[in-house]
């Protein structure tokens, strides 16, 4: 190193010649969901972690684990010896119709999930954090108050907007646009047209994720006498198998029935299960284009966005675009490419737009 | 304050950047952060050949240019040898190093936690001992008190009575010994109960005592645990990764549909304000 060093104790001595500190500003797009929860940030970081957190039983299993709280897989991992919460429901915070015990137990989970995800984006310390979390559209006042209370611990502002227009805001797509966002609680729609979407533009349906798996429940328990299996077996099947293609690979899968590893085919229930959500869905769909201007429905109808983790199930695409056919008389549906980030990607994106004197207002 | 963000709005669409005041400095750095100036070593030799020059001039007129110039190379030569033999090198721990003294501190503290925990163990056990002795011990005295007490007291009794036999019978005698005997008895049960007192006074006390060391160890105990938490943070200290922005963004002069994407940020904000300031700030 070729210059000097001297250390100065007294103040600045020539009143300004040295350039001002500089505070980098790290902004992250956090998609907060039932299943999984999705950050991607201004650093290049990317992350997805399973919506779990669990805490350590008794002191037994804390003095095993050798952790306080663990996260995603390693607590679904680690369940019997945990206290796991799954703190959001249907995308929010679970409120009502519980133990005030419940609620308290959720609040702390979700904060440590924010934290956790906020953690595995690697902010460095001299940075500001400015975060953008999507939530879904209908999600009420005090879901969101408790959401922004979770994060304003981890970051210096943070901001909520609607899950479905983030996806769409993050493709650039803002002009007649049908947005699908597929989650484990809830399908998120969203009708574009050039402004802020109001209440009128979305929707909200129980037709997702955890629908599913309670219907392929029931359908793997018609098909596979005796076989035993617990919901999350369901999930992971239907992850790995589920379509609702006519033309697939068998799904082979093996279940214990009393203790004795069974094979099963269940390409049948799996497709059954994967296709209850495609009416509902093209439902609302029809009631977001019915509502719409009538000159504009038609490219409405042909700017469809398939987005959200439940997007993933193969041949969702062509089945919707056909019960469109069907219901509607035409339309395309747009995979989106990254359904696991679209939201946190559309999050990023407003956070990154967002003006500097809104992020100082809300600090 | 929100009025006067909209008002902003339509004229700059870019903002400036948000940490442009001292005050964000200020919480960077603590009020008690001293300022490291950095000074290029050129810019320094500079700086001594013109103090030399400024200094000189107007004492020796009649000093050449050379060697006013050689008294300055002097000097620079001589002030940064001194400064380099006065210099201490600061070198930062390395992260291998970082993280094998905190795996050090972090057994040590375990250790200390382990110790404390079967101290802890070992004083709960003994505490429930104790405590089981003094109850027993209490009754057993209770009910060694209540025997021999009851019997002491039928002999005094006896004894008076056959004393006052001996005596003449008369009416006054009566009651005289009637009055005598219940003097004694009393005052004989008092000094028992005040031995009974006294014991289980000295027991509470050794238990109390017992107790306190308990309310020590536990809180020994307690921040242990608390520095091992502060070090199991410390252990997963990462630098992080560097946002690709220094400073805040906003949209561009050259983004597509600018203007509705600005109405689309000020709505978010307007949302966002009701929501986590009622509206106002």
Redesign the interface.
């Known amino acids: 190193m ?8 007294t ?3 020539d009143g300004g010649t ?1 350039a ?8 992250l797009g956090i998609d907060l969901g039932t299943s999984r929860t999705s950050v991607t ?5 990317r992350v997805t972690l399973a919506s779990y957190v669990g805490y350590p039983k008794d002191v037994v299993s804390r003095k095993l684990l050798k952790k ?1 709280v663990l996260f995603g897989d390693e607590a679904l991992q680690k369940r019997l010896s945990l206290n796991l919460f799954r703190p959001l429901a249907k995308g929010v915070l679970k409120f009502s119709e519980q133990t005030e015990e419940d609620y308290e137990g959720n609040v702390r989970a979700a904060k440590d999930l924010i934290r956790e995800a906020i953690r595995l984006a ?7 954090v ?1 975060a953008v979390i999507g939530v879904p559209a209908e999600a009420s ?1 005090n879901n ?2 408790a959401i ?1 209370e979770a994060a304003r611990e981890s970051v210096d502002s943070v ?3 609607s899950e479905p227009f983030s996806v769409a ?1 993050g493709l ?1 797509m ?2 007649d646009v049908l947005v699908i966002d597929i989650g484990a609680g809830t399908t998120d729609l969203c009708r574009m047209h ?3 979407p109001d209440e009128s533009d979305q929707l909200t349906l129980d037709a997702a994720g955890d629908a599913v798996d309670a219907r392929l429940e029931q359908e793997l328990a018609a098909c596979c006498p005796n076989a035993q299996f617990t919901r999350q077996m369901v999930k992971n099947i239907k992850e790995r198998f589920g379509s609702v293609s006519e033309r697939v690979d068998e799904a082979q899968v093996m279940l214990p029935v009393e203790g004795k590893p069974t094979q099963f085919d269940v390409t049948d229930a799996v497709r059954a299960a994967c296709h209850t959500i495609v009416e509902p869905i093209v439902e609302g769909l029809g009631r977001l284009i019915a509502t719409f201007d009538p000159e504009f429905q038609e490219r409405l109808k042909d700017r469809v966005l398939l987005a959200g983790g439940g997007s993933q199930i193969q041949g969702l695409d062509k089945a919707i675009e056909a019960q469109m056919q069907r219901s509607l008389g035409s339309g395309r549906v747009i995979r989106i490419e990254e359904p696991m980030y679209g939201g946190a990607n559309g999050a990023l994106k ?1 956070a ?11 600090r | 304050m929100f009025e006067s963000i909209r008002r902003k709005k339509g004229a700059a669409t870019r903002p400036a950047p948000a940490r442009s005041e001292g005050g964000g400095e200020e919480k960077l750095l603590g009020r008690r952060a001293r300022r490291l100036n950095l000074v290029n070593q050129a810019h320094l030799v500079r700086s001594i050949d013109q103090a030399v020059r400024a200094g000189l001039a107007g004492r020796l007129t009649e000093m050449d240019d050379e060697a006013i110039a050689e008294i300055a190379r002097t000097t620079q030569a001589e002030l940064l040898t001194l400064l380099k033999a006065g210099a201490q090198a600061v070198r930062g721990l390395s992260k291998e190093k970082f993280l094998e003294e905190a795996e050090r501190d972090r057994r040590r503290i375990l250790a200390e936690r382990e110790r404390a925990s079967e101290d802890l163990q070992a004083l709960l056990e003994q505490v429930d001992t104790r405590r089981r002795e003094m109850l027993q011990a209490r009754e057993e005295l209770e009910a060694e008190s209540r025997r021999s007490g009851d019997a002491q007291d039928e002999v005094l009794a006896q004894r008076i009575a056959s004393l006052f036999e001996e005596e003449d019978g008369a009416s006054d005698a009566a009651e005289l010994r009637e009055r005598v005997t219940d003097l004694l008895l009393g005052s004989v049960r008092t000094e028992r109960e005040k031995v009974v007192k006294a014991q289980i006074a000295e027991n509470r006390q050794s238990v109390e005592n017992f107790e306190r060391r308990i309310t020590k160890l536990t809180r020994s105990l307690e921040v242990t645990e608390e520095e091992l938490r502060r070090m199991a943070e410390r252990k997963e200290v990462d630098p992080g990764v560097a946002s690709v922005f220094r400073t805040v963004q906003g949209l561009n002069e050259d983004e597509d549909d600018l203007e509705a994407k600005t109405e689309m940020m000020a709505t978010i904000f307007e949302a966002n304000l009701v929501l986590q300031k009622g509206g106002g700030a």
């Open positions: 070729s210059d000097l060093e001297v250390l100065d104790n103040e600045q001595g040295q001002a500190v500089e505070t980098g500003v790290l902004y940030a201004s650093n290049g970081e306080d690697k902010p460095r310390a001299d940075e500001l400015y006042i969101r108050e922004i901001m909520l907007c805001y650039d803002l002009d050039g402004t802020m407003v990154h737009d967002m003006p500097a004197a809104y992020w100082e207002s809300l």
